[in-house]
């Protein structure tokens, strides 16, 4: 089971989380990715896997002392919980 959310940031630029649930061996796992859509764009990336926004972005940034790209650059750990609590409303059971 999947859900997605998108938050809207100060700068015009959105960020998608998509989080799903799923059962393995009776374990219930969670999961979640994250997209970006830069403002005044119309195009979903992926911010770890796409070359030119890397390039452009992401490698100046550690070039000037950041540290390394993570999550908690794009997220926050509530926006996360806020998806998955949406998720799980859908699914409970009764």
Same mark, same amino acid.
């Given at each position: 089971?999947?859900?997605?959310?998108? %938050? *809207?940031?100060?700068? =015009?630029?959105? +960020?998608? +989380?998509? +989080? &799903? /649930?799923?059962?393995? *061996?009776?374990?219930?796992?969670? =999961?979640?990715?994250? !997209?970006?859509?830069?403002? =005044?764009?119309?195009? &979903?990336? $992926?911010? %770890?896997?796409?070359? $030119?926004?890397?390039?452009?972005?992401?490698? #100046?940034?550690?070039? @000037? =002392?950041?540290?390394? $790209?993570? !999550? $908690?650059?794009?997220?926050? @750990?509530?926006?996360?919980? *806020?998806? @998955?609590?949406? /998720?799980?409303?859908?699914? @409970? #059971?009764?």
């Amino acid at each position: 089971m999947t859900h997605e959310k998108v %938050f *809207q940031r100060k700068d =015009g630029s959105q +960020v998608k +989380v998509s +989080v &799903w /649930l799923y059962v393995h *061996q009776s374990q219930c796992n969670w =999961g979640y990715l994250i !997209f970006v859509k830069e403002a =005044g764009t119309e195009r &979903w990336f $992926d911010p %770890f896997s796409d070359r $030119d926004y890397i390039l452009r972005i992401v490698t #100046p940034k550690i070039s @000037k =002392g950041s540290e390394t $790209d993570s !999550f $908690d650059n794009y997220v926050t @750990k509530k926006e996360i919980l *806020q998806t @998955k609590m949406e /998720l799980w409303e859908m699914i @409970k #059971p009764n």
